[in-house]
DNA sequence: TGACAGGGGGTGT
DNA sequence: ACACCCCCTGTC
């Protein structure tokens, strides 16, 4: 019943670090993007706007295969999307892992893991689906937003709405994908964007703080919203998204306790410097997986 | 197997 | 502080 995909044939990805099947996991599905799915085999299947991607691991090298119509600028495509040769490597070195033994503890665990570079609109939508919603009940959503306003990429796979789309979608179809309450910041925003040809390119464009300030403005869109857009979705590590995991790890492990948000926001980037948002994603990771464990262990 | 709380990676008032 | 909206998860 299924139509075949004709995919391009699997190639190795060039400048990425090796990764372990943990890392990986944490890269396509912790947290930063909503859209992949591991296949019975081990293997990934994801895509952002008309890219449909499979990832898999060749021992701990990086392989991809994507549709055959792409296959000529996939490799380029697909390795700016997993941030190869951004910059990573340096921003790594450049944490206090030599006096912050936790943080060394972090790094080493998740080898290869790094903040994608996504599309910033589909992460704006993304994360305005993500307000008191774990991963599982957001890929959900935007599967289901995917699903029902999003135009065909492959048999079986949707692109994501664009904003134009959704800006003529009644919200009555958007409370239909389960987004509960977000289905309004939704609506609202698709209207600001509509009204504001250009708004989102120029936002993307500015210096980190008139950017967040910017987003901000957004119905449905926090400090924590925009620092995450700012960070999965224009790479700007400087962006230190405050979440109730971060608060939890910031007071366990640096003696934070009872701090604000913002205070913790400034503290994360007053000892994290300029990648504390990819010093964030470390410590999430060692977080969830801690916490996985835990669960394992009592049931 | 099925019903039933409780709580959830936030924002806006 | 509390409502928003309602699905997921764990538990009985």
Partial sequence: MSARIDWSPWTPLPDLPPFSADSLRELLDGGQA?????QPDGSWRGGWVDWLVELRLGGTTLEYRALRGHATSGVKVVASYLAAGSGTDALLDALP???????RQCLQAFPGLRILRQPFGETLLCFLCSATKQIVQIKQ???LLAERLGESVAPGWNRLPRWETLARVPITQLQACLLGFRARYIHATAQFLAEHPGWLEETERLPYPAAKERLCLLPGVGEKV????????AGRMEAFPVDVWIIKTMARRYGLEGWRPAQIAQFGRAHF????GLAQQF??????????????AGS
């Avoid at 892992?97 to 943080?103: K, Q, T």
């Avoid at 925009?226 to 979705?233: P, T, W």
């Fill in 34 to 38: 909503f859209r992949w799915y591991v």
């Fill in 97 to 103: 892992w030599r006096s912050d033994a936790h943080l």
């Fill in 141 to 143: 959503m935007v599967a």
């Fill in 226 to 233: 925009a620092d995450c857009v700012l960070l999965f979705g």
């Fill in 273 to 276: 410097g300029a990648g504390a």
């Fill in 283 to 296: 410590l999430f990771a060692w977080e969830r997986k801690t916490a996985r464990v835990k669960r394992e």
